[in-house]
C-alpha cells in the first residue's frame, strides 16, 4: 500500500523545504508563516524597559531554534503516518486544534503582558521564549494541512508505509527543518530591517500590540473552526 | 555576545538534541517493536476502507456501504490547495473514462468551505460525486495528513494503494486497471 518512493538525499530534502518557502508553495505555507513572524516580531518589539533594538539574531536566536525544533519534529511525525505514534495524532487532530488555539491565546497573552506591566520583565528571558516557540511550533505543525508538494510527495511515499517509515519521517524532517530555516532567516531579515529604524522602535509597542492581535485572530479561529474559512477564502483568492 | 549566552546557547542545543534523539528513539523503538509481529505488518495485511459517510454537494449522502463491492477511488482536495488543481482535470477525464467500465469515483473536500468547494467543482467541470468532510469525520478515519490524497479501494473493500500529492493520467490508469 502507498506508492514507492524515490531515493532522496538529506541535503536535497532540506534544499526542497527551504526552497518551498520561496516559491509558489509558499501559499500553502500561508497557513502559518504570518503567524510565525507575529509571534517573533511581536515577542522582540515586546521588550520591557528597552529603548533601542537589542541585537537581532542574540534576541531571536532561541525562540527560533526551539521553534524549528518542536515544529519539524511534530510536523514530521504527522507525516509520517505509518509510525505508531502518528496515527493517534491525526484521529485526534480535530481536539489538539483546538487545545492549540488555546494555547497560542496563552501565548498572546504573555506577549501583550510582557509590553505593559515592567514587574514582569524578570520572566521575559531566554528559556521563557523558548518554551513559548516551543508551544507556538507544536501549535503551528497541529493547523497546519501541508499541500503536498512533489518532493513531499515523494517523502510521504515512503513515510506512509512501515518498511520505509523511518526513512520517511527522517526525510520528512529534513524537509521541514529546511522550510524552518527559510522562515527563521526571512522573521530575522524583517526584523533586522524594522528594528534599524529608531521610529519603529518608537512604536514597539504598536507593532507588539499588532502582533497580539494576529495571534488572537489565529487562536480564536483555530478554537471556534474558522481557520477553514482562512484557508479556503485567504489561500484560494491567493491562486 | 556574552559567556553566559554562549553557555545557554550550548544548553539549549544539546537539551533539543537529547529530546529529539529521545523521542527518535522512541520511535524506533515502537516501531521496532510493530515489525516483531508480523501479522500486524500494513506492507502484508492491507487495511480495509473505513466506513464513511458524505454529505453529496447538491443534496443527498452517499453511504459507503452502498458502493461497496465495486472498484472506487477517493480523492481528497480542497479547493485553496494548488496540487489539487493540477490533479483535478487529470481525474476527471480518467473518471469519464473509467466510470464506464465499472469505476465509482468520489471527491471529498477537506478543510474548505460549501461555497468555495462548489466554485472549485464548477471551474473543473467535476462530474463525479464531490462532497464536504464537514468536522474532518472522514479524513480522520483515513488518517490523512496533507492533500491532496488518493484512494485506491478494491472489490473486496481493502485499500490497494494510494498516493499523497498530485495523480498523474498514468499512475490512475495504472492503479484502476489493478482494480478491474
Known amino acids: 500500500m502507498g506508492q514507492g518512493g524515490s531515493v532522496i538525499g538529506a541535503g536535497e530534502a532540506v534544499w526542497g523545504g527551504f526552497s518551498a518557502f520561496f516559491s509558489i508553495w509558499q501559499l500553502c505555507i500561508l497557513q502559518f508563516s504570518p503567524f510565525f513572524l507575529a509571534f517573533i516580531v511581536g515577542t522582540f518589539f515586546c521588550t520591557p524597559g528597552q529603548r533601542h533594538a537589542p541585537p537581532v539574531i542574540r534576541a531571536t536566536l532561541p525562540a527560533s531554534l526551539a521553534w524549528t525544533l518542536s515544529f519539524t519534529l511534530l510536523y514530521s511525525l504527522l507525516i509520517a503516518s505509518a509510525l505508531p505514534l502518528s496515527r493517534p495524532l491525526i484521529s485526534n487532530l480535530g481536539s489538539l486544534r483546538i487545545i492549540a488555539g488555546v494555547l497560542i491565546l496563552l501565548v498572546s497573552l504573555y506577549i501583550f503582558l510582557m509590553g505593559r506591566r515592567a514587574s514582569l520583565a524578570k520572566w521575559h528571558r531566554p528559556s521563557t521564549l523558548i518554551v513559548l516557540a516551543m508551544v507556538i511550533g507544536i501549535s503551528f505543525a497541529l493547523m497546519y494541512s501541508p499541500c503536498i508538494t512533489p518532493m513531499l510527495s515523494d517523502i510521504m511515499g515512503l513515510a506512509t508505509q512501515r518498511g520505509t517509515a523511518r526513512e520517511g519521517w527522517y526525510l520528512a524532517f529534513l524537509y521541514g527543518l529546511g522550510t524552518s530555516i527559510a522562515m527563521c532567516a526571512f522573521a530575522w531579515a524583517l526584523i533586522a530591517v524594522l528594528s534599524r529604524s529608531a521610529a519603529v522602535w518608537r512604536k514597539a509597542r504598536w507593532i507588539s500590540d499588532a502582533c497580539v492581535l494576529v495571534l488572537v485572530v489565529l487562536g480564536l479561529m483555530n478554537i471556534s473552526g474558522l481557520m477553514t474559512f482562512y484557508k479556503a477564502f485567504l489561500l484560494g483568492l491567493a491562486l | ?180
Request: proline share 4%; aromatic share 12%.
Open chain 2, 1 to 180: 555576545m556574552s559567556l553566559r549566552f554562549y553557555k545557554f546557547l550550548i544548553f539549549a542545543s544539546l537539551a533539543g538534541l537529547i529530546l529529539a534523539a529521545g523521542v527518535a528513539a522512541l520511535l524506533l523503538f515502537q516501531q521496532d517493536a510493530d515489525e516483531e509481529t508480523p501479522t500486524r505488518s500494513r506492507a502484508m495485511v492491507k487495511e480495509f476502507a473505513p466506513d464513511f459517510t458524505l454529505a453529496l454537494l447538491g443534496g443527498g449522502n452517499l453511504r459507503y456501504a452502498e458502493i461497496k463491492g465495486k472498484p472506487i477511488l477517493v480523492n481528497f482536495f480542497a479547493s485553496w490547495c494548488l496540487p489539487c488543481r493540477e490533479e483535478m482535470p487529470a481525474i476527471e477525464k480518467i473518471a469519464q473514462e473509467y466510470r464506464a467500465r465499472g469505476v465509482v469515483f468520489l471527491g471529498v473536500a477537506v478543510d474548505d468551505t460549501e461555497a468555495k468547494m462548489r466554485e472549485f467543482v464548477t471551474r473543473y467541470q467535476v462530474s463525479f460525486p464531490v462532497g464536504l468532510d464537514e468536522g474532518a469525520v472522514i479524513q480522520k478515519s483515513f488518517g490523512l495528513y496533507g492533500i491532496p490524497t488518493t484512494y485506491f479501494i478494491d472489490k473486496q473493500g481493502v485499500i490497494n494503494y494510494f498516493h499523497a500529492g498530485a495523480v498523474t493520467e498514468e499512475l490512475l490508469r495504472h492503479e484502476l486497471d489493478k482494480l478491474l
